[in-house]
């Protein structure tokens, strides 16, 4: 069934911070690129960060200094730890895993083969 559920997603004021969460429902995700993507209303799904199967990492521009993406491959769950929140971060979180990759952190969207639900992140002035 589901394969990736994230946690963590809710109301939070300008400036403060939230640590969502990644769980991966088998073990093999381990070796899996792991990337979060968000989608706010009437926009695009884009992407906000990713980290390889040696944690290697990347970020979007938007998010550089405030956001960090970390991974515990030990509970099987990646995090995206969001700090000093702007209310244009309000969008739905969404974690992806690219089973083809295990050391490049693609940034497109395409590349990615498994999808959580979704976590919804509003973030108020």
């Known amino acids: 069934q589901v394969d990736l559920v994230e946690s963590g997603g809710g109301l939070v004021q300008a400036g403060g911070s939230l640590r969502l969460s990644c769980a991966a429902s088998r073990r093999t995700f381990s070796n899996y690129v792991m990337g979060w993507f968000r989608q706010a209303p009437g926009e695009e799904r884009v992407f906000v960060a990713a980290i390889c199967s040696i944690d290697n990492i990347d970020y979007a521009d938007s998010v550089k200094g405030r956001f960090t993406i970390s991974r515990d491959h030990a509970k099987n769950t990646v995090y995206l730890q969001m700090n000093n929140l702007k209310p244009e971060d309000t969008a739905v979180y969404y974690c992806?895993?690219?089973?083809?990759?295990?050391?490049?952190?693609?940034?497109?969207?395409?590349?990615?083969?498994?999808w959580g639900q979704g976590t919804q992140v509003t973030v108020s002035s």
């Open positions: 992806a895993a690219d089973s083809g990759n295990y050391y490049y952190n693609s940034k497109s969207r395409e590349e990615y083969d498994h």
